[in-house]
């Protein structure tokens, strides 16, 4: 289900300029009430998030809740869990260089929403929603919301930037609207160069570019003999902004062999290990969300051939992730988010057609949260012997969202500008219960 | 193999005859596709049977009568094709192209006497010696060396047509070649398939079996009509360097596969006045697939004029995925018909069957049904057919659903569906579109109506006193009419007591209603009467369409309990000597929900059930069945649940089917034909119960549970697992007693209530030395499954 095909895509760079999402437009419908959600909220701890998209859904059973007691049909050959740096906390063994880093991020064994679609449970993890009447913007467009261009960000690049394939499954922005969604820069980071969406082409040099620029304001009669026209002078506007992101310091922050060869290779010679290091310098230059949708994790066949060729990628960038914007001061204002739309069922499909896969599992599944005022070194929550269910002190998708909304400084009881004009909480409470929504407040400092 | 495995392994099926399956049961054979998925009556031909763990077929079952079929080789495919390989086919196929082209040139079908694309041969002109390592010599010594591909399309090369040749060279070398592989129909197993000339025409279910073990069913049609098998390439934009192929002979059926990006084109002469039925089977043939969205092949079909302009488009048949064209030639000349899957997916088993003629076609039958043994003629209309009438079979003791179909000179049509009933039935009288003032039908009744137009709505009153319960069911899609009923009950005042859209029995992500419907349109309502008077029940489409073919049956009356029994899997292996779980979905209707016993019918000597009463309430239930000595190794069993209804016995067979995955999610029960069995082995029980009867656990307590074995180490070293017990139950203190084994089952008075009855599995699982060292070099011993014990019923007391 795409629940919102119309703007089911990313907003490429030329889109985001022609809606101003660099400046110069004003707020379709929201006025002055993102304000309103700002002036509740706590002081922020966090100036960042870097959510790593698990794209598809990953095994909880054989990343951050091994479960070697449950026996081969719930672990296959993965049975033997290694210990961390952290006492009576265990991972993966294919997960060793995170094991060094557990004291830095905090591990939910007890997530839950119980649903198995791909597309609604993206949209229930990234937003804390249930599919509705509305569609619903998701944290990247929430934060670009309260912490984007409306209020102060003067970043090269938009803020809310999307490594590197958009998400596709649903609207980023929702209702909030084109303004809102991401920039998602195409190309691969593990390429030289690394060809961002209207901002690095392949094969086109300065020169030939500025050419081209020349050319086209030769043929641009129109705009010639109406300079006064606002409509031109917009484009104008957009126009010199777009050469300012080719041309100027936005090429250089998204040139990664500005960065050694040994840090390139510390993070791992592979798109997702660049696109880690790529969230690294986006945060150095201020963007307040950064997605890195990591594609491949919906592991229905092949699953354990897969995971070995997967997670030691993964462990490899994500360890130097953790441990490089630790190094850099950068970890205590930086949220890392790992998870993806679900789990993976504990119990290994040895049958046809899946011949050793795992299934969708939304009833219990694992995420993992680290920096940006998120403790380390702790585990929240448990699954039962088996991951099968939830034991102890299930977590729904809006008690994580709330709690990064808080350390962001955006209340998640703060009003959400809607279409509508509906009287919407950026994050609502328990929508059965009616209770308040909830925050991880064992893992939060 | 080691010695200490071997003995062990011996003792153990020696001892017991238990089978090890802790493998075999993610290893079973299985299968996805045929291709041709059928035949024609009177015919022998080859087809592939593609699927998994099928390298040891030993026999191979079709149900019925009349087609026989026998392995010709098994095949796994492999799509890495090696520079040796790749040149000595081609050079196979450029000489055999030539061959094949020269004769065309002889019969004056093609004016070059040599394939224009190729080098001419030079058969006169004396070659120069070649020289030591030239290109040639090179090319003839890797032909040599090259491993010969093993591949059914490669058989029979030299008998191949030069379109056949084709064909080959597309699927090795095309490199819009974009198959992807896929395990579970990577092997493949060439079959003979022998069709009798007097075989029923209908579908068939086929079986392979490979180490005594059967494979799923599969469908495979008996067909009346000549039939052709497409060659690739036949993709209308291919430019082919060969002459066309000649144009189809109408009637005619063709058998393809849809591969990615694929659309496969038909030419046939058409002549003015025809009036084809161009009928596609393709989501017929495999209904569910696991690992695809939708979960079939979703077939289009485009019909073009001699000038490729698109004169017809079906991509579905009303509600079926499958598309049915209907179409009156207008004049005589070429057609071509393409055929693809409407997102441009595909794999091997994306099989199709496309019939083109001018079969009889029934696209509406009225009343869909008649009381039984009532004589009762319901018209009929649609596409060339002979009659506007039909006389539906009524006669007592038959199935409550039955199929009719009209002949025109020996061709019959698409079966339709009717039903049969014991209640009184009455037609609908328009106009009725608004409550009466009184009573328009009596109950019980069934009225036979349509919603004859978008926006009809059919009103039915009655009175009923205070405290009735009323049924109100409707039969329609269930009969394949494209109605998708509104049901609402009202009282005189016009309050809406209750209504429902579509009625759908689904538990989690399994739907249990029988058959490959995905949308249960049919509506029900149960309520109870608040106060005497009158009542009306509307009857309405609810995506407010209407028309001829519109029909339904609607019962109004007291509720009817009964029930109907699904039984998985519908291909059983077992070992002679051991219990094998199965599992019994019960479909309660009208309320039913009282205890079922269930029974083999006539079974062969040495099969019996195990723990076979299911208990009241109960809506799915696991039991074994047990082969004893049994006096066949190949059975096809019947199972049918006994139940007391209102003072009467009510026996009803249990249908076979399959619990198969759509897409990733959803399940549904596939109805097979046949349930069958197959026992390898001759042994005879040797673990039984104890006690009979149910082992009553108190809640927050423990029961004991006592199993007869024979003495000796090996039932000493077993171990016993519950195998997906309830929530809340468990084994524990598994001991030797003087009869064999007892142990404990306890049940957590957190999780479980008294009330509870069930049946508990248990597995039996024995380590077992493969001969394996592990790191520190101590043996590495395997934790293998030898089958089960007979289920166990249980019964859950208070404390």
Same mark, same amino acid.
């Not at chain 1, 290091?277 to 945060?283: E, G, S, W």
């Not at chain 2, 696991?290 to 073009?304: E, F, H, I, R, Y």
């Not at chain 2, 009817?560 to 209707?589: C, E, W, Y």
């Not at chain 2, 034909?673 to 009979?692: E, I």
């Given at each position: 289900?795409?629940?919102?095909?119309?703007?089911?895509?990313?907003?490429?760079?030329?889109?985001?300029?022609?809606?101003?999402?660099?400046?110069?437009? $004003?707020?379709?419908?929201?006025?002055?009430?993102?304000?309103?959600?700002?002036?509740?909220?706590?002081?922020?701890?966090?100036?960042?998030?870097?959510?790593?998209?698990?794209?598809?859904?990953?095994?909880?059973?054989?990343?951050?809740?091994?479960?070697?007691?449950?026996?081969?049909?719930? %672990?296959?050959?993965?049975?033997?869990?290694?210990?961390?740096?952290?006492?009576?906390?265990?991972?993966?063994?294919?997960?060793?260089?995170?094991?060094?880093?557990?004291?830095?991020?905090?591990?939910?064994?007890?997530?839950?929403?119980?649903?198995?679609?791909?597309?609604?449970?993206?949209?229930?993890?990234?937003?804390?929603?249930?599919?509705?009447?509305?569609?619903?913007?998701?944290?990247?467009?929430?934060?670009?919301?309260?912490?984007?261009?409306?209020?102060?960000?003067?970043?090269?690049?938009?803020?809310?930037?999307?490594?590197?394939?958009?998400?596709?499954?649903?609207?980023?922005?929702?209702?909030?609207?084109?303004?809102?969604?991401?920039?998602?820069?195409?190309?691969?980071?593990?390429?030289?160069?690394?060809?961002?969406?209207?901002?690095?082409?392949?094969?086109?040099?300065?020169?030939?570019?500025?050419?081209?620029?020349?050319?086209?304001?030769?043929?641009?009669?129109?705009?010639?003999?109406?300079?006064?026209?606002?409509?031109?002078?917009?484009?104008?506007? %957009?126009?010199?902004?777009?050469?300012?992101?080719?041309?100027?310091?936005?090429?250089?922050?998204?040139?990664?062999?500005?960065?050694?060869?040994?840090?390139?290779?510390?993070?791992?010679?592979?798109?997702?290990?660049?696109? %880690?290091?790529?969230?690294?310098?986006?945060?150095?230059?201020?963007?307040?969300?950064?997605?890195?949708?990591?594609?491949?994790?919906?592991?229905?066949?092949?699953?354990?051939?897969?995971?070995?060729?997967?997670?030691?990628?993964?462990?490899?960038?994500?360890?130097?992730?953790?441990?490089?914007?630790?190094?850099?001061?950068?970890?205590?204002?930086?949220?890392?988010?790992?998870?993806?739309?679900?789990?993976?069922?504990?119990?290994?499909?040895?049958?046809?057609?899946?011949? $050793?896969?795992?299934?969708?599992?939304?009833? %219990?599944?694992?995420?993992?949260?680290?920096?940006?005022?998120?403790?380390?070194?702790?585990?929240?929550?448990?699954?039962?012997?088996?991951?099968?269910?939830?034991?102890?002190?299930?977590?729904?998708?809006?008690?994580?969202?709330?709690?990064?909304?808080?350390?962001?400084?955006?209340?998640?009881?703060?009003?959400?500008?809607?279409?509508?004009?509906?009287?919407?909480?950026?994050?609502?409470?328990?929508?059965?219960?009616?209770?308040?929504?909830?925050?991880?407040?064992?893992?939060?400092? | 193999?080691?010695?200490?495995?071997?003995?062990?392994?011996?003792?153990?099926?020696?001892?017991?005859?238990?089978?090890?399956?802790? !493998?075999?049961?993610?290893?079973?054979?299985?299968?996805?596709?045929?291709?041709?998925?059928?035949?024609? !009556?009177?015919?022998?031909?080859?087809? @592939?049977?593609?699927?998994?763990?099928?390298?040891?077929?030993?026999?191979?079952?079709?149900?019925?009568?009349?087609?026989?079929?026998?392995?010709?080789?098994?095949?796994?495919?492999? /799509?890495?094709?090696?520079?040796?390989?790749?040149?000595?086919?081609?050079?196979?196929? !450029?000489?055999?192209?030539?061959?094949?082209?020269?004769?065309?040139?002889?019969?004056?079908?093609?004016?070059?006497?040599?394939?224009?694309?190729?080098?001419?041969?030079?058969?006169?002109?004396?070659?120069?010696?070649?020289?030591?390592?030239?290109?040639?010599?090179?090319?003839?010594?890797?032909?040599?060396?090259?491993?010969?591909?093993?591949?059914?399309?490669?058989?029979?090369?030299?008998?191949?047509?030069?379109?056949?040749?084709?064909?080959?060279?597309?699927?090795?070398?095309?490199?819009?070649?974009?198959?992807?592989?896929?395990?579970?129909?990577?092997?493949?197993?060439?079959?003979?398939?022998?069709?009798?000339?007097?075989?029923?025409?209908?579908?068939?279910?086929?079986?392979?079996?490979?180490?005594?073990?059967?494979?799923?069913?599969?469908?495979?049609?008996?067909?009346?009509?000549?039939? +052709?098998?497409?060659?690739? =390439?036949?993709?209308?934009?291919?430019?082919?360097?060969?002459?066309?192929?000649?144009?189809?002979?109408?009637?005619?059926?063709?058998?393809?596969?849809?591969?990615?990006?694929?659309?496969?084109?038909?030419?046939?002469?058409?002549?003015?006045?025809?009036?084809?039925?161009?009928?596609?089977?393709?989501?017929?043939?495999? #209904?569910?697939?696991?690992?695809?969205?939708?979960?079939?092949?979703?077939?289009?079909?485009?019909?073009?004029?001699?000038?490729?302009?698109?004169?017809?488009?079906?991509?579905?048949? /009303?509600?079926?995925?499958?598309?049915?064209?209907?179409?009156?030639?207008?004049?005589?000349?070429?057609?071509?018909?393409?055929?693809?899957?409407?997102?441009?997916?595909?794999?091997?088993?994306?099989?199709?069957? *496309?019939? *083109?003629?001018?079969?009889?076609?029934?696209?509406?039958?009225?009343?869909?049904?008649?009381?039984?043994?009532?004589?009762?003629?319901?018209?009929?209309?649609?596409?060339?057919?002979?009659?506007?009438?039909?006389?539906?079979?009524?006669? #007592?003791?038959?199935?409550?659903?039955?199929?009719?179909? *009209?002949?025109?000179?020996?061709?019959?049509?698409?079966?339709?569906?009717?039903?049969?009933?014991?209640?009184?039935?009455?037609?609908?009288?328009?106009?009725?579109?608004?409550?009466?003032?009184?009573?328009?039908?009596?109950?019980?009744?069934?009225?036979?109506?349509?919603?004859?137009?978008?926006?009809?709505?059919?009103?039915?009153?009655?009175?009923?006193?205070?405290?009735?319960?009323?049924?109100?069911?409707?039969?329609?899609? /269930? @009969?394949?009419?494209?109605?998708? &009923?509104?049901?609402? @009950?009202?009282?005189?005042?016009?309050?809406?007591?209750?209504?429902?859209?579509?009625?759908?029995?689904?538990?989690?992500?399994?739907?249990?209603?029988?058959?490959?419907?995905?949308?249960?349109?049919?509506?029900?309502?149960?309520?109870?009467?608040?106060?005497?008077?009158?009542?009306?029940?509307?009857?309405?489409?609810?995506?407010?369409?209407?028309?001829?073919?519109?029909?339904?049956?609607?019962?109004? &009356?007291?509720?009817?309990?009964?029930?109907?029994?699904?039984?998985?899997?519908? &291909?059983?292996?077992? /070992?002679?000597?051991?219990?094998?779980?199965?599992?019994?979905?019960? @479909?309660?209707?009208?309320?039913?929900?009282? =205890?079922?016993?269930?029974?083999?019918?006539?079974?062969?000597?040495?099969?019996?059930?195990?723990?076979?009463?299911?208990?009241?309430?109960?809506?799915?239930?696991?039991?074994?069945?047990?082969?004893?000595?049994?006096?066949?190794?190949?059975?096809?069993?019947?199972?049918?649940?006994?139940?007391?209804?209102?003072?009467?016995?009510?026996?009803?067979?249990?249908?076979?089917?399959?619990?198969?995955?759509?897409?990733?999610?959803?399940?549904?029960?596939?109805?097979?034909?046949?349930?069958?069995?197959?026992?390898?082995?001759?042994?005879?029980?040797?673990?039984?119960?104890?006690?009979?009867?149910?082992?009553?656990?108190?809640?927050?307590?423990?029961?004991?549970?006592?199993?007869?074995?024979?003495?000796?180490?090996?039932?000493?070293?077993?171990?016993?697992?519950?195998?997906?017990?309830?929530?809340?139950?468990?084994?524990?203190?598994?001991?030797?007693?003087?009869?064999?084994?007892?142990?404990?089952?306890?049940?957590?008075?957190?999780? +479980?209530?008294?009330?509870?009855?069930?049946?508990?599995?248990?597995?039996?699982?024995?380590?077992?030395?493969?001969?394996?060292?592990?790191?520190?070099?101590?043996?590495?011993?395997?934790?293998?499954?030898?089958?089960?014990?007979?289920? *166990? #019923?249980?019964?859950?007391?208070?404390?």
């Amino acid at each position: 289900m795409t629940l919102n095909p119309h703007h089911s895509n990313p907003i490429s760079r030329r889109e985001a300029l022609k809606l101003g999402l660099l400046g110069a437009a $004003g707020l379709p419908f929201l006025g002055a009430k993102p304000c309103l959600a700002q002036e509740s909220a706590r002081p922020a701890q966090a100036k960042s998030v870097i959510q790593i998209w698990m794209w598809g859904g990953p095994s909880h059973l054989d990343t951050f809740d091994p479960k070697p007691e449950a026996g081969y049909d719930y %672990c296959g050959p993965l049975k033997n869990p290694i210990a961390t740096n952290v006492d009576g906390i265990r991972i993966s063994e294919s997960l060793p260089l995170l094991a060094k880093q557990a004291d830095k991020y905090a591990i939910i064994r007890s997530m839950s929403h119980g649903n198995n679609g791909h597309e609604t449970a993206s949209y229930i993890t990234q937003t804390g929603r249930q599919p509705g009447r509305l569609v619903y913007p998701c944290a990247g467009a929430v934060v670009s919301l309260f912490k984007g261009v409306d209020h102060g960000y003067k970043g090269l690049v938009p803020p809310y930037i999307v490594l590197t394939g958009p998400q596709g499954r649903f609207s980023e922005a929702g209702f909030l609207g084109p303004r809102y969604k991401p920039f998602a820069t195409g190309g691969d980071p593990n390429r030289n160069p690394f060809l961002v969406e209207g901002i690095v082409a392949q094969g086109i040099s300065d020169q030939r570019q500025r050419s081209r620029r020349d050319l086209l304001h030769g043929l641009d009669t129109l705009g010639q003999a109406m300079p006064h026209d606002p409509q031109f002078q917009f484009l104008d506007r %957009c126009e010199r902004n777009a050469y300012d992101l080719m041309f100027g310091d936005a090429k250089r922050l998204f040139d990664l062999s500005k960065e050694t060869d040994q840090m390139r290779d510390r993070y791992g010679r592979n798109t997702f290990g660049q696109s %880690c290091l790529m969230a690294r310098r986006l945060v150095e230059s201020g963007v307040p969300y950064i997605t890195i949708n990591y594609k491949g994790w919906d592991t229905h066949k092949r699953h354990f051939e897969i995971m070995r060729q997967k997670l030691p990628e993964m462990d490899r960038a994500m360890a130097t992730l953790l441990q490089d914007l630790a190094e850099r001061g950068l970890l205590d204002s930086t949220i890392v988010w790992w998870g993806g739309e679900f789990g993976r069922g504990p119990k290994i499909q040895w049958e046809s057609p899946w011949n $050793g896969g795992r299934s969708h599992y939304g009833k %219990c599944f694992s995420s993992v949260v680290a920096g940006g005022g998120f403790k380390g070194g702790r585990v929240l929550g448990a699954s039962d012997t088996k991951g099968m269910e939830v034991a102890e002190r299930p977590v729904h998708p809006r008690e994580l969202l709330a709690s990064i909304y808080e350390l962001m400084g955006i209340a998640p009881e703060g009003p959400m500008p809607n279409p509508l004009g509906l009287d919407i909480k950026v994050m609502p409470g328990n929508e059965d219960s009616g209770q308040a929504c909830g925050r991880l407040r064992e893992i939060m400092a | 193999m080691t010695g200490t495995y071997k003995r062990h392994l011996l003792t153990g099926l020696a001892v017991c005859a238990l089978a090890a399956v802790s !493998q075999a049961q993610t290893r079973d054979p299985h299968i996805g596709f045929a291709y041709p998925a059928g035949g024609r !009556q009177g015919t022998t031909f080859t087809a @592939l049977v593609g699927g998994q763990f099928l390298r040891n077929i030993n026999h191979i079952h079709v149900s019925g009568d009349g087609v026989q079929a026998t392995l010709i080789d098994h095949y796994k495919i492999n /799509r890495n094709v090696d520079k040796e390989q790749r040149e000595a086919l081609t050079a196979q196929l !450029q000489e055999l192209t030539q061959t094949r082209w020269a004769e065309l040139h002889a019969a004056g079908i093609v004016k070059q006497p040599h394939p224009p694309w190729m080098k001419k041969p030079t058969p006169n002109k004396v070659k120069p010696p070649a020289k030591a390592d030239s290109q040639a010599e090179k090319k003839n010594r890797n032909n040599e060396k090259a491993k010969p591909l093993k591949h059914p399309l490669l058989l029979d090369m030299e008998d191949k047509s030069i379109w056949e040749l084709a064909h080959v060279r597309h699927e090795f070398f095309a490199d819009r070649n974009k198959k992807q592989p896929n395990a579970q129909i990577s092997e493949v197993a060439l079959i003979k398939v022998t069709i009798a000339p007097d075989a029923v025409p209908g579908n068939r279910e086929l079986r392979l079996q490979s180490r005594d073990e059967l494979t799923n069913p599969l469908i495979f049609q008996v067909g009346t009509l000549p039939e +052709v098998s497409e060659l690739e =390439p036949n993709d209308p934009e291919k430019s082919s360097r060969l002459p066309d192929p000649a144009p189809l002979k109408l009637p005619v059926l063709i058998n393809g596969q849809v591969y990615p990006g694929d659309v496969d084109c038909f030419r046939f002469q058409g002549h003015r006045g025809q009036r084809l039925v161009i009928d596609v089977h393709a989501r017929r043939l495999v #209904p569910f697939l696991a690992d695809a969205v939708p979960g079939w092949l979703q077939a289009t079909l485009s019909l073009c004029d001699a000038q490729g302009k698109e004169i017809a488009f079906a991509d579905d048949y /009303r509600f079926s995925p499958d598309p049915i064209l209907l179409y009156e030639i207008p004049e005589d000349g070429y057609y071509e018909l393409q055929v693809r899957d409407s997102i441009y997916r595909g794999r091997e088993d994306f099989v199709y069957r *496309i019939s *083109i003629s001018e079969q009889p076609f029934i696209n509406q039958l009225f009343p869909l049904g008649g009381p039984e043994g009532t004589r009762t003629v319901a018209t009929v209309s649609g596409w060339n057919l002979p009659q506007s009438d039909l006389v539906l079979d009524t006669e #007592p003791g038959g199935p409550a659903i039955r199929q009719a179909a *009209i002949f025109r000179n020996g061709t019959g049509s698409n079966p339709v569906a009717y039903a049969v009933d014991t209640l009184p039935e009455c037609q609908e009288a328009e106009p009725n579109d608004r409550p009466q003032s009184k009573p328009s039908i009596t109950l019980p009744c069934i009225v036979n109506g349509r919603i004859s137009e978008p926006g009809d709505l059919d009103v039915f009153s009655f009175t009923a006193s205070a405290g009735d319960e009323i049924v109100a069911d409707v039969l329609a899609r /269930r @009969l394949m009419s494209p109605l998708d &009923s509104l049901l609402r @009950l009202t009282d005189a005042s016009g309050k809406v007591l209750q209504w429902n859209d579509d009625f759908v029995d689904k538990k989690g992500h399994l739907y249990r209603d029988m058959g490959a419907l995905t949308h249960h349109a049919d509506s029900h309502l149960r309520v109870t009467i608040p106060e005497t008077g009158l009542y009306h029940v509307q009857i309405s489409d609810a995506q407010n369409q209407g028309g001829e073919a519109y029909s339904y049956r609607l019962r109004i &009356s007291p509720p009817r309990p009964d029930f109907s029994l699904h039984l998985t899997p519908s &291909s059983i292996n077992m /070992r002679a000597g051991s219990a094998v779980p199965l599992q019994v979905h019960v @479909l309660p209707k009208d309320g039913f929900d009282g =205890p079922i016993e269930l029974r083999l019918i006539d079974p062969p000597a040495g099969f019996s059930l195990n723990a076979a009463t299911i208990p009241a309430g109960c809506d799915r239930m696991r039991f074994t069945l047990t082969a004893s000595e049994p006096s066949q190794t190949q059975a096809i069993l019947r199972i049918e649940g006994r139940a007391l209804i209102k003072g009467q016995t009510i026996t009803r067979q249990a249908t076979p089917s399959d619990d198969v995955m759509q897409a990733f999610l959803w399940r549904h029960l596939a109805p097979a034909r046949d349930l069958m069995v197959s026992v390898r082995g001759k042994g005879r029980a040797r673990a039984s119960l104890a006690d009979s009867g149910p082992v009553r656990i108190p809640a927050g307590g423990t029961a004991q549970v006592r199993v007869k074995t024979p003495k000796g180490k090996w039932f000493r070293e077993i171990e016993l697992r519950l195998n997906e017990p309830p929530t809340g139950i468990s084994l524990q203190n598994q001991t030797e007693i003087p009869e064999g084994l007892a142990f404990d089952l306890k049940a957590d008075p957190d999780a +479980v209530q008294a009330g509870l009855a069930d049946n508990l599995i248990v597995e039996i699982f024995r380590q077992v030395d493969w001969g394996q060292k592990d790191a520190k070099g101590n043996k590495a011993l395997k934790t293998v499954s030898f089958g089960y014990l007979p289920a *166990i #019923p249980i019964q859950i007391t208070t404390q």
